[in-house]
T-cell receptor
Framework: RKEVEQDPGPFNVPEGATVAFNCTYSNSASQSFFWYRQDCRKEPKLLMSVYSSGNEDGRFTAQLNRASQYISLLIRDSKLSDSATYLC????????????FGQGTELSVKP | GAGVSQSPRYKVAKRGQDVALRCDPISGHVSLFWYQQALGQGPEFLTYFQNEAQLDKSGLPSDRFFAERPEGSVSTLKIQRTQQEDSAVYLC?????????????FGQGTRLTVV
C-alpha cells in the first residue's frame, strides 16, 4: 500500500463545475500537507499548503482531517486553465522533510 | 538563474550505458532532493542532501544509482549500466531549509529514455 493514496482519475468536468479531490495518508507522524499542481510535461508546483483549520485561496479550498488522515481539495467554478494533474503531498520533518507524493489525479476541464 | 536548473533536458541512452544527470539548485538552498517520475505516476523519492551531506538515500532503487553534492550546491545523479526500467523523468528539487511549510521548488526534469 502506498503511503499517500489519491482518487483515481481522470476527472472530466465542464467549465464552471465544482470538483473535489480526496487523498489519504498512512503515516500518522506526517506533519505538513500540500497540494501540488503538475501540468503536462512540466514540473510540479506548489498550489497550496493544507492546515487543520482548513484554508482557502480564491476558488480553491483545502481541508485536513488528522484523525482520519484525510486531505481534500475543492475547486469551485472550474476554468479550462485548471486542467492539470493534482498531487497530494505529505512530509515528516523527522525524516528530513522529503515530500511523499500520491500518484496524482488528472483533471480535464472542457468548454 | 532564478530557479532550479537541470541538464540535460532529454537523454537517450543505450542499455548498459552510464549516465550523469545534473541539478543546479536555487542559490543558497540547503536542501536538495532527487525524485523519479514514471509516466502516469507521482514523483517517487530517491535521495536527499542537506548541504553536502546525503542524509537519506533510502529511495535509490539499486546500487546502480549514485548521487553526490560535493560542495553543497550542484548535485549529480549517476546511473550505471542503465536498464529499460530506468526510463523516467528525473526531477530535482531544492528548498531553503527543512521546516514547516518550507516550499520545495522543482526543476523541469531530465527525461531519460533507455533503448
Amino acid at each position: 500500500r502506498k503511503e499517500v493514496e489519491q482518487d483515481p482519475g481522470p476527472f472530466n468536468v465542464p467549465e464552471g463545475a465544482t470538483v473535489a479531490f480526496n487523498c489519504t495518508y498512512s503515516n500518522s507522524a506526517s506533519q505538513s500537507f500540500f497540494w501540488y499542481r503538475q501540468d503536462c510535461r512540466k514540473e510540479p508546483k506548489l498550489l497550496m499548503s493544507v492546515y487543520s483549520s482548513g484554508n482557502e485561496d480564491g476558488r480553491f479550498t483545502a481541508q485536513l482531517n488528522r484523525a482520519s488522515q484525510y486531505i481534500s481539495l475543492l475547486i469551485r467554478d472550474s476554468k479550462l486553465s485548471d486542467s492539470a494533474t493534482y498531487l497530494c503531498v505529505v512530509t515528516n520533518y523527522n525524516q528530513g522533510g522529503k515530500l511523499i507524493f500520491g500518484q496524482g489525479t488528472e483533471l480535464s476541464v472542457k468548454p | 538563474g532564478a530557479g532550479v536548473s537541470q541538464s540535460p533536458r532529454y537523454k537517450v541512452a543505450k542499455r548498459g550505458q552510464d549516465v550523469a544527470l545534473r541539478c543546479d539548485p536555487i542559490s543558497g538552498h540547503v536542501s536538495l532532493f532527487w525524485y523519479q517520475q514514471a509516466l502516469g505516476q507521482g514523483p517517487e523519492f530517491l535521495t536527499y542532501f542537506q548541504n553536502e551531506a546525503q542524509l537519506d538515500k533510502s529511495g535509490l532503487p539499486s546500487d546502480r544509482f549514485f548521487a553526490e553534492r560535493p560542495e553543497g550546491s550542484v548535485s549529480t545523479l549517476k546511473i550505471q549500466r542503465t536498464q529499460q526500467e530506468d526510463s523516467a523523468v528525473y526531477l530535482c528539487a531544492s528548498s531553503l531549509d527543512v521546516g514547516m511549510d518550507t516550499e520545495a521548488f522543482f526543476g523541469q526534469g531530465t527525461r531519460l529514455t533507455v533503448v
